[in-house]
């Protein structure tokens, strides 16, 4: 059974940094693309960043490009989102996904919060 847990939402001021993790279990953990997901207040939930398998290539959605960075670490089933110069647009609780036989699956999400 696929289980994701996210971890290292919290309160932080813009311009401040957060490092969000993502653990899994129940797959083959190098063989899957992994997504990070954020859904805000009354907004539909988007894509925020994604990388391969192996890690070879990573996506970004524009409004995060050049702020956060989409990681991960084979060896420990982790998968990472640092957040860096947040804002509070920002502001969301965030997911982590994998998509296994057309199945998707998430985690249930870690909130952020950016506020002056």
């Known amino acids: 059974q696929v289980q994701l847990v996210e971890s290292g939402g919290g309160l932080v001021q813009p311009g401040g940094s957060l490092r969000l993790s993502c653990a899994a279990s129940?797959?083959?953990?190098?063989?899957?693309?992994m997504s990070w997901y954020r859904q805000a207040p009354g907004k539909e939930r988007e894509l925020v960043a994604g990388?391969?398998?192996?890690?070879?290539?990573?996506n970004y959605a524009d409004s995060v490009r050049g702020r956060f960075t989409i990681s991960r670490d084979d060896g420990q089933n982790t998968v990472y989102l640092q957040m860096n110069n947040l804002k509070p647009e920002d502001t969301a609780v965030y997911y982590c996904?994998?998509?296994?036989?057309?199945?998707?699956?998430w985690g249930q999400g870690t909130e952020v919060i950016v506020f002056s």
């Open positions: 996904m994998v998509r296994r036989n057309s199945i998707d699956y």
């Open positions: 129940g797959l083959t953990f190098s063989n899957y693309a």
């Open positions: 990388i391969s398998g192996r890690g070879r290539t990573t």
